[in-house]
T-cell receptor, first 114, second 114 residues
Framework: EPEVTQTPSHQVTQMGQEVILRCVPI?????FYWYRQILGQKVEFLVS????????KSEIFDDQFSVERPDGSNFTLKIRSTKLEDSAMYFC????????????FGPGTRLTVL | AQSVAQPEDQVNVAEGNPLTVKCTYS??????LFWYVQYPNRGLQFLLK??????LVKGSYGFEAEFNKSQTSFHLKKPSALVSDSALYFC????????????FGSGTRLSIRP
């Protein structure tokens, strides 16, 4: 069964450093998403991406964040200058289409900012 | 604003007994409702969804959910619990105004004792 994959599984970085989290969505899916889950809190929507552009973003997704689909398979989330409060589990997801289809989630990348 | 509430942080059930995990929602239009499950160190796995039609929705692993418009509820059920059902369960709603954003509940930890 096809699945969403994410690398790395765990990333440790120093405050102020840039990190790139990588995802390979399911191959025939058209919509891509990033969510995050701070330890002990809800899963929160960050951004959705369709047709090579951001279709929606949350208040969390400020100028420090960017997403890119650099080739036909990868989908990345970049955090330009990490803060302590960026420490969380980051989930990538994809769906066949945007409105009615369920989103399929990857296993997550645990980001620890020191 | 759309929201979901999961009133129970934890549900404990004996193996073989029926289980219910509660969810209520608040939306301004037609609700698109989902249940996801999260096993330790794994991503969110889709269980089932309600878009329209039959109020009783059947999903993966023998789970089902009942959409109740008058009570604005979407409770997850299973007739006979297995120890392997022990996990974190999230109810979620698609925002009416959004083509993509999913809002998650706070999660309910389901524990099945042998």
């Amino acid at each position: 069964e096809p699945e969403v994959t994410q690398t790395p599984s765990h990333q440790v970085t120093q405050m102020g450093q840039e990190v790139i989290l990588r995802c390979v969505p399911i191959s025939n899916h058209l919509y891509f998403y990033w969510y995050r889950q701070i330890l002990g809190q809800k899963v929160e929507f960050l951004v959705s991406f369709y047709n090579n552009e951001i279709s929606e973003k949350s208040e969390i997704f400020d100028d420090q964040f960017s997403v890119e689909r650099p080739d036909g398979s990868n989908f990345t989330l970049k955090i330009r200058s990490t803060k302590l409060e960026d420490s969380a589990m980051y989930f990538c997801a994809s769906s066949l289409e945007g409105q009615y289809n369920e989103q399929f989630f990857g296993p997550g990348t645990r980001l620890t900012v020191l | 604003a759309q929201s979901v509430a999961q009133p129970e942080d934890q549900v404990n059930v004996a193996e073989g007994n029926p289980l219910t995990v509660k969810c209520t929602y608040s939306v301004s239009g037609n609700p698109y409702l989902f249940w996801y499950v999260q096993y330790p160190n794994r991503g969110l796995q889709f269980l089932l969804k309600y878009i329209t039609g039959d109020n009783l929705v059947k999903g993966s692993y023998g789970f089902e959910a009942e959409f109740n418009k008058s009570q604005t509820s979407f409770h997850l059920k299973k007739p006979s619990a297995l120890v392997s059902d022990s996990a974190l369960y999230f109810c979620a709603v698609r925002e009416y105004s959004s083509a993509s954003k999913i809002i998650f509940g706070s999660g309910t930890r389901l524990s099945i004792r042998p």
